[in-house]
């Protein structure tokens, strides 16, 4: 008996580790696909300042400003729409595909509307690190 109450202590211990750390592993990850995706266009620190800007039309949007620019608040659906390539009234894009960052496992995530909806996780983590940035 006591060996089952342990395996079953042992084992809840072990999930919360695993949960404890996700959390580290997706913030890690969506630094990594920001230094690797966006950084050449957006810059290090999201100003539109990076390598590659001056040569772009139009310029990188600085995506620090995102929130400021929407009355305060972070417009994720948006967000996320225009890093998937979705850009209402724009049909040509300077955005870079990111059929990586689309594929593998999806969380189900609700915008705000109590609807979940089975998206990219790498998306979602990679928006939110974008949220993080706002000034």
Known sequence: MRAVVFSG??????AALIGACAPDAQVTTARSDYKELCVECHGPTGRGDGPLAQGLDPRPADITQVAAMNGG???KNRVMS???GFTPGRSESPMPQFGDL???RTVMYDSGDGIETPTPW???????????MQE
């Open 82 to 84: 225009h890093i998937y």
């Open 73 to 75: 608040v972070f417009p």
């Open 122 to 132: 790498r998306l979602v983590a990679l928006m939110e690190y974008v949220e993080g």
């Open 102 to 104: 689309l594929n593998g």
């Open 9 to 14: 202590l042992g084992a809840v211990t072990l």
